[in-house]
């Protein structure tokens, strides 16, 4: 019963390739995020979703896409990978109010 | 950009000492928070406190927040080999957003 949930934990990939990471979160929450964390571990806020409604896109490429089928989900779609992209990915949630973040257990991606 | 930055980047210390770390923020916030992660895990919450609070007590863990500064304070008082851990403040302003920094890596010695 993991409150957030990402698959896969591991991803290995050729550049150029186009790759998903899923998200579910079983704790109710409205919100949820996309955190990069890159290899001097910076934590880097990627997108934000309001029960299903876009609220937060940082700059980020286009070739990230976030979907959000429900509430409870929120995936992470990213074409033609870049060596650059290689880092951690999190997914995390929180109640309306944000006073604390449920963190997943992130998804480390490689680009070879 | 980063909000939070936090100060050590690494603190390598003897257990039973207490351990110190600071974090810096730039913008006005609505409170600061502070995360633990472990290694190739996730992050996990510890501690919050709000903008019109000066400290905040956790079992072992202590917080300040001076808002006139922009900074704040975790101590962790006498630290077990379990707090080995790397330790993040994020702070939330009124965007829906939580902005980490790059964290103080704290190892606790046997």
């Known amino acids: 019963d993991t409150a957030v949930s990402q698959t896969p934990k591991y991803l290995v990939t050729q550049m150029g390739n186009d790759k998903s990471i899923k998200c579910e979160q079983n704790?109710?929450?409205?919100?949820m995020y996309w955190y990069k964390q890159d290899s001097k571990k910076f934590l880097k806020i990627m997108f934000s979703y309001n029960n299903k409604e876009l609220i937060i896109n940082e700059t980020v490429p286009n070739r990230f896409s976030p979907k959000s089928p429900d509430k409870a989900h929120l995936n992470l779609h990213i074409n033609s990978l870049e060596l650059g992209d290689s880092a951690v990915y999190f997914c995390?949630?929180?109640?309306?109010?944000?006073?604390?973040?449920?963190f997943g257990q992130g998804t480390r991606l490689t680009v070879v | 950009s980063q909000q939070g930055e936090e100060d050590p980047q690494a603190l390598s210390i003897q257990e039973g000492e207490n351990a110190t770390m600071n974090c810096s923020y730039k913008?006005?916030?609505?409170?600061l928070q502070w995360y633990r992660q472990n290694s190739g895990r996730g992050l996990v919450h510890l501690i919050l406190?709000?903008?019109?609070?000066r400290e905040k007590h956790s079992g072992r863990l202590r917080v300040t927040l001076d808002t006139s500064k922009k900074s704040s304070s975790l101590l962790i008082t006498a630290s077990r080999a379990a707090d080995t851990a790397s330790y993040f403040c994020?702070?939330?302003?009124?965007?829906?957003?939580?902005?980490f920094g790059a964290g103080t890596t704290v190892t606790v010695r046997a």
């Open positions: 994020a702070t939330e302003s009124n965007d829906y957003k939580l902005s």
């Open positions: 995390a949630s929180s109640p309306l109010g944000l006073v604390e973040a449920f």
């Open positions: 406190i709000r903008s019109n609070e």
């Open positions: 913008t006005s916030i609505n409170n």
């Open positions: 704790l109710g929450h409205d919100t």
